[in-house]
């Protein structure tokens, strides 16, 4: 019986290979900062020509930096930190020959990495629909795969990880009977540890007869980013955004526009946790802009 999963602790420091730091921090990995006009992040490195990318996130000391890759077809999550003022190459920390990893999240914590994946429940067997795991972060590197359960995870799909500072877990879901296709927005409190209470979808403010999915919950819940595909949009999918009012609902979500879409593919929106910096995928790269744009929406 083959070895499911490998995991890889990173432990051993390094230098990104041909990448001079451009700043005088080496924080976001020593990239220039980006104004208001979205570039790739770390081109040759992290956004590569002819591979694709996806989720990304930054710890919040932003010391760490998770992100996915296809690779033959397969998901995988990767992995850099810094090391003595100098960041790691990225390794490959959660992979298969069979299975995908994609979209990690960190748990506002950070005790545990989130993220989506068509292995089984069992260590064998045949891919299933994308379910919620988590590993834990332990004295001695993370812990294996652990299912999210029930209360969020279906015998449908579910995509993408997001939660706001109080743990409450956002994320997408086609479990709708009448369209496959359909993909909505819920979301599910925690319910003690490790636990959630059944999740809730969106109201239409959100949700549409349409395609909403890869949604990043703002910390304070002020605010939340989607990819849509609807008739209205740009390309295959675009990012729009929602604000909640002063009684709790939600402003009818809108397109982030052509500063951020284009006739490609938006998708996998992050914002970091000192507010100042929105990740995206888009056309396959890793792609981020000064947050201000979120302010210039409201």
């Given at each position: 019986?083959?070895?499911?999963?490998?995991?890889?602790?990173?432990?051993?420091?390094?230098?990104?290979?041909?990448?001079?730091?451009?700043?005088?921090?080496?924080?976001?990995?020593?990239e220039?900062?980006?104004?208001?006009?979205?570039?790739?992040?770390?081109?040759?490195?992290?956004?590569v020509?002819?591979?694709?990318?996806?989720?990304?996130?930054?710890s919040?000391?932003?010391?760490?930096?998770?992100?996915?890759?296809?690779?033959?077809?397969?998901?995988?999550?990767?992995?850099?930190?810094?090391n003595?003022?100098k960041?790691?190459?990225?390794?490959?920390?959660?992979?298969?020959?069979?299975?995908?990893?994609?979209?990690?999240?960190?748990?506002p914590?950070?005790?545990?990495?989130?993220?989506?994946?068509?292995?089984?429940?069992?260590?064998?067997?045949?891919?299933?629909?994308?379910d919620?795991?988590?590993?834990?972060?332990?004295?001695?590197?993370?812990?294996?795969p652990?299912?999210?359960?029930?209360?969020?995870?279906?015998?449908?799909?579910?995509y993408?990880?997001?939660?706001?500072?109080?743990?409450?877990?956002?994320?997408?879901?086609?479990?709708?009977?009448?369209?496959?296709?359909?993909?909505?927005?819920?979301?599910?409190?925690?319910?003690?540890?490790?636990?959630?209470?059944?999740?809730?979808?969106?109201?239409?403010?959100?949700?549409s007869?349409?395609?909403?999915?890869?949604?990043?919950?703002a910390?304070?819940?002020?605010?939340?980013?989607?990819?849509?595909?609807?008739?209205?949009?740009?390309?295959?999918?675009?990012?729009?955004?929602?604000?909640?009012?002063?009684?709790?609902?939600?402003?009818?979500?809108?397109?982030?526009?052509?500063?951020?879409?284009?006739?490609?593919?938006?998708?996998?929106?992050?914002?970091?946790?000192?507010?100042?910096?929105?990740?995206?995928?888009s056309?396959?790269?890793?792609?981020?802009?000064?947050?201000?744009?979120?302010?210039?929406?409201?």
């Amino acid at each position: 019986m083959k070895t499911l999963l490998l995991l890889l602790i990173i432990t051993l420091p390094g230098i990104v290979s041909g990448q001079k730091q451009k700043t005088d921090t080496p924080l976001y990995l020593g990239e220039k900062r980006p104004g208001t006009t979205p570039v790739k992040f770390a081109p040759g490195v992290i956004s590569v020509v002819g591979r694709s990318e996806f989720g990304s996130v930054f710890s919040r000391n932003g010391q760490e930096f998770y992100f996915a890759v296809d690779t033959a077809g397969r998901a995988e999550i990767r992995f850099m930190h810094l090391n003595k003022g100098k960041w790691t190459k990225p390794k490959r920390l959660v992979f298969d020959n069979t299975f995908s990893f994609n979209d990690p999240m960190l748990s506002p914590d950070e005790t545990k990495l989130f993220f989506i994946s068509d292995r089984p429940l069992a260590a064998t067997g045949e891919k299933k629909d994308y379910d919620i795991w988590y590993m834990e972060r332990t004295a001695n590197g993370w812990s294996k795969p652990i299912n999210a359960g029930t209360a969020i995870n279906s015998d449908k799909n579910e995509y993408y990880i997001s939660f706001s500072k109080d743990g409450t877990i956002y994320y997408s879901s086609n479990r709708d009977p009448r369209n496959e296709w359909n993909y909505n927005i819920l979301y599910a409190s925690p319910a003690g540890q490790n636990k959630f209470k059944n999740a809730v979808p969106l109201n239409d403010s959100v949700n549409s007869s349409y395609y909403e999915a890869d949604v990043f919950i703002a910390g304070d819940k002020s605010y939340l980013i989607f990819c849509g595909d609807n008739p209205d949009g740009l390309g295959r999918g675009d990012l729009y955004i929602s604000f909640k009012k002063a009684d709790g609902t939600w402003t009818k979500a809108r397109s982030m526009g052509k500063t951020i879409n284009t006739e490609d593919h938006e998708l996998c929106p992050f914002v970091t946790a000192d507010g100042k910096y929105l990740f995206y995928t888009s056309n396959q790269d890793i792609y981020w802009v000064d947050a201000s744009i979120i302010n210039k929406l409201r």
